[in-house]
């Protein structure tokens, strides 16, 4: 077999991780679930979740994959030779990764079109009204609602097609600090601004009335997406991770790195969503409207404007190109497809299947399955449906199947590390709490007790 390609250091695999886990999720669907779910009482309920499952079955998949060196279906072919009932993991996680990828491509697509039109100095507005506007504008017109996505996808392909240690790696690398710094300036102005204290109240101060079954859902699926789990994502990176890296740690600093960039986020947008009264329930368009507003208010505002809207597009594309990872790393492991041929398949497929998604503000606006238009389906199928899933298989696989003692193996490193009580803590987490409690949450969600 040709040699593997793989991440080519510790700080490389740590950002690329990273890479996969800061997106969309942090600036654009973080802070809109949390204001339409009533604030502080959600962000409590999603931290819960990344603790308690999320990090846990982290790790579980990063080592399932290094151990294996394989793809999310031959991961469990490799682990598991006598019950290959459980590569269903992998196969669930290739249908997630088109869904996921069919709605993802879309909103990347509208950060894409914000680019542009923070360049042409079209952003500038701090009324409400008008900030709608421009966003329905773009959303509900077919033509550049397509346009937009497929030029998303085509520069996705295109740095997949580079592979993994030239294309997904020195993208993250570059990057990622960028975000973060761009991000802190816009939290300060945020925060300056008159009546900010109303948006921090929102964000931090609980509300427990408003945490009904359908929130703790949402913030379990939220809790998956951001982390890049459950899907096999996680695992397809963890055969790309070195011999040495330390799993646990490198798992848990992606996850604090992941949440601070959610929390610049949200106190960047919910301060500002207070001072120029705009709606925190406004759902998907959230982020749009605030941020061009913030920068609007600031001095040199819409130089910072072209390169927060240039660097969202590019961590969208470091989660895009995680979850494209996926379906590439099985058809060229698993059918000796090329990496080239591979992609174009999957891309094709994606165009399709994104189509009516994008198409959901016009012309396939009354296509509905249980009530739910393609764009809002595919989100809610992959995220609260096929991630927690796959959570809940791939902690009862390590629980109850592969065992305590692989697992230990599995993280130190050839003997290296010694980290015996945290290992027990893991494996109990995965053997009762996040099984128990995703499928607790998903019953209680269907209506079944
Ligand atoms: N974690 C990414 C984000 O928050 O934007 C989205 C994502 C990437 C979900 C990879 C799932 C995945 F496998």
Redesign the pocket.
Known sequence: MAQRDGFTSTFGVLVATLG???????????PYLTGTNGGAGFLLTYLLATLLVGLPVMIAEIMLGRTARANAVSTFEILSPKQPFWKAIGYM?LV??VL?LAF?TEVAGWVFAYVVKSIAGTLGHTDPASAKATFGALVSSPVQALFWQWLVLVVTGGIIMLGVSKGIEAVAKKLMPLLFLLLIALCIRSLTLPGAAEGLRFLFAPDFSKIGTGVLLTALGLA???????????LTYGSYFRPEQNIPATATRVMIA?LSVSLLAGMAIFPAVFAFGFEPAAGPSLVFMTIPAVFDSMPGGQVFMVLFFVLTAI??L???L??LE?PVAMMTERWSCSRRKATLITLAVIALLGAPASLSQSLTQDWKLFGLNAFDLFDYL??NVL?PLGGILISLFVGWSYGMGKLQAGLSNNGQLDNGPLVKALFILLRYVSPLLIAIVMLKALGLF
């Open positions: 996969s886990a800061v997106g969309l999720g942090n600036i654009w669907k973080f996680g997630a990764a996921i993802y998956f997406f951001k982390l890049s789990i459950g899907m096999g994502t996680m992941d961590a969208s470091g989660a895009m995680s979850i996926v992959s995220s991630l």
